[in-house]
């Protein structure tokens, strides 16, 4: 059993409220080598890759595509499949624990933004993506992370 599966097992079992997010995967080639873009959390700092909740009106692949933007001033090609999915659990603020289950989208980052909706609350970085999956905390991420591997146009 994978990991998310794990996740997802227990968090049915201690009958956690579950919810869906979409999540970019920004990523860029550079000297024919892909790097991915992290991101920072608002508070912790941690490193991500932006990701939120599905915004009405858009398929998942443009809420991933908006998130991108919003919080880390990427434009770009954003595909229409997920490329995979992790999931993580979280205690809110005076509500208690959730599961969050997030469909990652690859996006071909054209595009990067010195001024942003977020720019003033997250830094971003570039990696390889072995390096990538070494810097999150999210193990399902990482995961997805470190098998990253498109193809250069």
Not at 60 to 79: I, P
Not at 87 to 105: I, L, M
Not at 125 to 136: D, E, F, G, I, L
């Amino acid at each position: 059993m994978d990991i998310e599966r794990t996740i997802q097992a227990s968090a049915k079992v201690a009958n956690l409220p579950v919810f869906e997010q979409s999540a970019a995967l920004c990523y860029r080639f550079t000297k024919g080598k892909p790097e991915i873009l992290l991101i920072t959390t608002r508070r912790s700092g941690k490193w991500i890759i932006p990701k939120g909740w599905p915004t009405k009106g858009l398929t998942s692949g443009q809420s991933a595509a908006l998130e991108a933007w919003e919080e880390a001033g990427v434009s770009g090609m954003c595909a229409n499949a997920p490329l995979g999915q992790f999931s993580y659990v979280k205690t809110r603020s005076g509500v208690g624990p959730a599961q969050f289950v997030v469909d990652v989208f690859p996006l071909h980052v054209r595009r990067l933004s010195a001024k942003y909706p977020e720019n003033d609350v997250r830094r971003r970085k570039w990696y390889s993506p072995k390096k990538a999956s070494h810097r999150v905390i999210l193990p399902g991420l990482a995961v997805l992370l470190q098998g990253f591997a498109p193809k250069l146009n």
